[in-house]
């Protein structure tokens, strides 16, 4: 889909890189994409997005999960949040969508049993609090892509990455990259698998969508690097800069958006 002439070599493969592309232009026309243009925000680790003190585990789930479900856009579904051990294994509900897909303008309605839809968080995580976010994200975009029954480049395979690619494009990439790859020390004993998220897309691939979102919103690479973990850092910086060399490059946009 896409023929690039590179100048100097790619940071990622050039497969990886054509479908991370194809990925993104996929999940902004498929998942609103004036939601995404005028509402969507670059989300970070910050007191700014995520102020305040709580009392417990349950009540700091609970405020994460409100402000995380706000930043996506979905605070019109019908999600109810239950502890992972207490989370039921369940089918997506028949919904009715009117309205924009995401936004204040969203009504979705469950038409059959159950009539919510369950997140789930790991009690675990109070001390890793990106990679909280990050599972309650990767839930949501899960949902997403479930009830638009509209497959990504590659098809079924191929689901997993792209919800993570969703998630990026639904602003959280800067936590996804800094939650893709857990060191577990020498000893191991500060290392807690419980606590980590699901990982399907690599932490190199994560960097670079992550690049191509913020291209796409105009957010400067200064406004991310100071956020991501040191070891990512360069490398975000050059991905950054090798994108917006093949945006500028290219006789059209290396995306279209619909």
């Known amino acids: 889909m896409f023929n690039f002439i590179f100048t100097r070599k790619p940071l990622i493969d050039v497969e990886t890189q054509q479908w991370l592309f194809a990925c993104v232009e996929w999940a902004v026309n498929t998942f609103e994409q004036q939601y995404f243009t005028e509402h969507t925000k670059l989300v970070l680790p910050t007191n700014e997005f995520y102020p305040g003190r709580v009392a ?10 409100e402000n995380t479900t706000n930043y996506c856009g979905l605070s019109n579904w019908p999600f109810i949040l239950k502890p992972f051990q207490h989370k039921t294994q369940q089918q997506l509900p028949n919904l009715t969508i009117t309205g924009s897909l995401r936004g204040e303008q969203s009504k979705v309605i469950a038409n059959d049993e159950p009539s919510l839809i369950e997140i789930g968080y790991l009690a675990a995580q109070i001390n890793q609090p990106q990679d909280m976010i990050a599972t309650y994200v990767q839930q949501f975009a899960s949902v997403l892509v479930l009830s638009a029954k509209v497959l990504p ?3 079924r ?23 893709a790859y857990q060191f577990k020390g020498g000893c191991g004993s500060c290392y807690n698998p419980r606590a980590n998220r699901q990982v399907a897309l690599p932490e190199n691939d994560m ?18 690097t ?9 490398s975000y910086k050059k ?20």
Do not use: W
């Open 153 to 155: 480049p590659g098809g």
């Open 56 to 65: 417990s585990v349950d009540q700091m789930a609970r405020t994460i999960f």
């Open 207 to 224: 960097l670079y969508t992550l690049a191509i979102f913020c291209v796409l919103k105009n957010q400067h690479y200064k406004n991310v």
């Open 157 to 179: 395979p191929m689901i997993p990455q792209a919800i993570d690619v969703l998630a990026c494009v639904m602003g959280f990439g800067v936590m996804f990259a800094n939650t």
């Open 239 to 258: 991905m950054y800069k090798q994108i917006q060399r093949l945006q500028s490059s290219s006789e059209k946009n290396i995306l279209t958006i619909a």
């Open 226 to 234: 100071p956020h991501l973990k040191k070891h990512l850092r360069s």
